[in-house]
């Protein structure tokens, strides 16, 4: 397992289409996080899982927006109606939950190369 | 609620020299900080971190920053510049008790000089 992965790596849309991103995080990882990164901007949080469960949505993650980590391996990333505003850079990453290395412990968190969607 | 502040939005320095950037952060509690590089059109690469212990920690690539938790600051350093660095450079801080979820600053893009 070299790292996480994410696919495609570039997506061009029109307004008005459904995209759909993967994410394949670390196989030993138990948590997986998805950011949205705008241009000039540093990524924000969306939303997270630890194994299926999706644990907390950010305010930012719109009722257009949906994610899913089904069997608690890879995650998806679905953005229905897609808008201009919703160009960005959306990165995955994943980690091993808190107190995995100790009580209190936090664990980092290792970064894909993103998909930039483009909307036209 | 977590915030950093990266007050640098642009850094120009000549290669060979230091470079220093700043970062702040806003959190109630130890906070869990990191310093991470992206190149164009890249993810981000973690340089370093700080959980506790030793407030100078180092990093990969030469880069160290220090933890000052009188400043709420974690600076980041690097004595000697290669052209290899530039790039844009992200303070991120973490908590357990916000489900380790990073925040991050808004970047500093860092331009190296011949």
């Known amino acids: 397992d070299t790292g996480v992965s994410q696919n495609p790596r570039h997506k061009i849309t029109k307004r008005g289409q459904n995209v759909t991103f993967r994410c394949d995080p670390i196989?030993?990882?138990?948590?997986l996080y998805w950011y949205r990164q705008t241009l000039g901007q540093g990524p924000e949080f969306l939303t997270y899982f630890q194994n299926e469960a999706q644990l907390e949505k950010s305010r930012l993650l719109s009722d257009r927006f949906s994610a899913e980590r089904p069997k608690g391996s890879f995650s998806t990333l679905e953005i229905q109606r897609t808008e201009q505003g919703d160009s960005a850079m959306y990165l995955c990453?994943?980690?091993?939950?808190?107190?995995?290395?100790?009580?209190?412990?936090?664990?980092?968190?290792?970064f894909g190369p993103g998909t930039r969607l483009t909307v036209l | 609620a977590q915030s950093v502040t990266q007050p640098d939005i642009h850094i120009t320095v000549s290669e060979g020299a230091s470079l220093e950037l700043r970062c702040n952060y806003s959190y109630g509690a130890t906070p869990y900080l990191f310093w991470y590089v992206q190149s164009p059109g890249q993810g981000l690469q973690l340089l370093l971190k700080?959980?506790?212990?030793?407030?100078l920690v180092q990093g990969i690539k030469g880069f160290e920053a220090e933890f000052k938790r009188s400043q709420s600051s974690f600076n980041l350093r690097k004595p000697s510049v290669h052209w290899s660095d530039a790039a844009e450079y992200f303070c991120?801080?973490?908590?357990?008790?916000?489900?380790?979820?990073?925040?991050f600053g808004g970047g500093t893009r860092v331009l190296v000089k011949p």
């Open positions: 990453a994943s980690s091993f939950p808190p107190g995995a290395g100790g009580p209190s412990s936090y664990n980092e968190q290792f």
């Open positions: 700080y959980f506790s212990g030793d407030t």
């Open positions: 991120a801080v973490g908590a357990v008790a916000a489900g380790n979820k990073l925040t």
């Open positions: 196989s030993e990882h138990n948590r």
